[in-house]
């Protein structure tokens, strides 16, 4: 039989994080610390307002592009929460998910050939889509001396006539890293002077501790390049939901309804009812969840210090990247054993991209209980390979 498959399919890598968490589907008594998602129920009006949809009988489709009213809302929120400032009706396009927005994204923007920067460690589907899109990936490996914040010379570094658009993921997954305003403002200067396309993952943009985040599209000349993705499933702990946005140039805009008309019809009602309400009248949870986090954060860092895993202090989203270095083993080697011997559950950095190896991605999106219990048999975990190394 000829093969049913596409070559450009089969050529795709599964997602590294898999297969740990297949392992932790059968231990009973293992603790996770893998899985980025919040520990948090959706706050109970936002749910509240899903039903009450559903009650009234507002089980139809909403256009193409998404609800009125909430599309009106994402704007309204990211003028007094960004600065970002965009039409409703012409830059405003809501997806299932943020993974859809920026699936949707490159396939607009791509030609066969065209080149994609992705800085690495980060997100997993980025690469993949690329490759959906039919462009070429180019991976930019972020440095930890850097606190793996993308730098204008790295960036400058690995530009060619064929490249297109750059993937911004901060604040960022699997690191914590983020980027100032100043940090920012050196790379728009290059996207400007190369004639680049930005598309910014802006999904953990309510998670940063001790400094506000800010948007590549809020500065000069970068709003007409950029398009910004973001959604509802990390600050309002709304991942089933499947509810995220893209904002952006009409030109690209416009297009990117095209494509999820024929894919996906609209997102689902039912969330796009009770997203309203969470961007109404969130603000006081997604406070709430965020002080949490950051208690949950100067925990790890202050028990990973008194371990020895040498980690720079993330300031976004609600990840910490530890470095296991020292220890002599592969990110994958470290993890197995850990699942295997302490029933604790991370993810090798190499999941994020060849330069993570040497770290974990550990998520504190749990509680403190649970944190506390895992870092205890870390501690333990890595006291038996210090004494395996001094017999």
């Not at 060619?160 to 100032?180: A, D, Q, R, W, Y």
Request: charged share 25%; with cysteine; hydrophobic share 40%.
């Amino acid at each position: 039989m000829r093969n049913p498959l596409s070559k450009n399919i089969e050529e795709i890598k599964p997602s590294g994080i898999r297969k740990f968490f297949d392992i932790v589907s059968e231990m009973s008594d293992a603790i996770s610390l893998g899985v980025g998602e919040p520990d948090f129920d959706t706050p109970w009006h936002i749910r509240e307002e899903g039903i009450y949809s559903l009650e009234k009988g507002k089980t139809f489709y909403t256009s193409n592009a998404g609800l009125k009213e909430l599309k009106i809302e994402i704007t309204k929120y990211l003028a007094r929460k960004f600065d970002l400032h965009y039409d409703y009706n012409k830059e405003v396009l809501v997806t299932v998910g943020g993974s859809e927005a920026i699936d949707v994204g490159l396939r607009v923007m791509l030609d066969p050939g065209d080149e994609v920067l992705i800085p690495q460690p980060s997100y997993v589907s980025y690469l993949p889509c690329v490759q959906l899109a039919h462009g070429k990936p180019v991976i930019i490996n972020l440095k930890e001396e850097n606190e793996f914040k993308l730098t204008k010379q790295e960036l400058l570094e690995s530009i060619t006539e064929k490249t297109k658009v750059l993937v911004l993921p901060f604040p960022n997954n699997p690191t914590g890293s983020i980027m100032t305003r100043e940090d920012l403002q050196d790379i728009a200067d290059v996207i400007i002077e190369k004639d680049l396309y930005v598309i910014s993952d802006e999904i953990y943009s309510e998670l940063t501790y001790g400094t506000k985040h800010v948007s590549i599209a809020s500065l000069p000349g970068m709003k007409e390049r950029t398009i910004v993705i973001n959604g509802f499933s990390k600050s309002f702990a709304m991942t089933g939901w499947r509810l995220g946005y893209a904002t952006g140039p009409e030109i690209l805009i416009k297009q990117m309804v095209k494509v999820h008309q024929f894919a996906i019809m609209c997102a689902p009602t039912t969330s796009q009812y009770a997203a309203v309400e969470a961007l109404r009248n969130g603000d006081a949870d997604v406070e709430r969840m965020r002080e949490a986090y950051d208690q949950r954060r100067r925990f790890l860092v202050e028990k990973f210090s008194k371990m020895g895993l040498e980690c720079f202090e993330p300031f976004g989203a609600f990840y910490i990247f530890p470095s296991i270095k020292r220890f002599g083993m592969t990110s994958d080697e470290f993890a197995t054993r850990l699942l295997k011997e302490e029933k604790v559950a991370v993810v090798p950095g190499t999941a994020f991209g060849d330069c993570g190896e040497g770290f974990l991605r550990i998520s504190y999106a749990y509680s403190i209980d649970n944190l506390k219990i895992a870092l205890e048999r870390m501690e333990h975990f890595i006291a038996r390979l210090e004494q395996e190394k001094t017999e």
